[in-house]
């Protein structure tokens, strides 16, 4: 089992960038392909990027790629997600996800664990 908490989310100005950092607890997290999703009020949970267990293969949805950016330290135990060039529109709570067995998916019915959330605000 893993635990995710995240954190680095807050009000940023419009063009702007911030940097979402996930932790995780136990000593398996190289054994997680990793992903990280938003939600915004009042619209379903969606996928943003991707990485698998090693770091070396990445996925993204298309309306980030070129602005956000997924990587992960498996010594460190996180993952993190570089977002530049921020819009009004990203504002949403920001999760990230461990799935144990289905590689690098898009589908949050797919992974097994979740962090709490941290909260991101893109002012216009």
């Known amino acids: 089992q893993v635990q995710l908490v995240e954190s680095g989310g807050g009000l940023v100005q419009a063009g702007g960038s911030l940097r979402l950092s996930c932790a995780a607890s136990?000593?398996?997290?190289?054994?997680?392909?990793m992903g990280w999703f938003r939600q915004a009020p009042g619209k379903e949970r969606e996928f943003l990027a991707a990485?698998?267990?090693?770091?070396?293969?990445?996925y993204y949805r298309d309306s980030v790629k070129g602005r956000f950016s997924i990587s992960r330290d498996n010594a460190k135990n996180t993952v993190d997600l570089q977002m530049n060039s921020l819009k009004p529109e990203d504002t949403a709570v920001y999760y990230c996800?461990?799935?144990?067995?289905?590689?690098?998916?898009?589908?949050?019915?797919?992974?097994?664990?979740w962090g709490q959330g941290t909260e991101v605000t893109v002012s216009s």
């Open positions: 136990g000593r398996t997290f190289s054994s997680y392909a």
């Open positions: 990485i698998n267990r090693n770091g070396d293969r990445t």
């Open positions: 996800a461990a799935d144990r067995y289905s590689g690098i998916v898009a589908s949050p019915n797919l992974y097994d664990y």
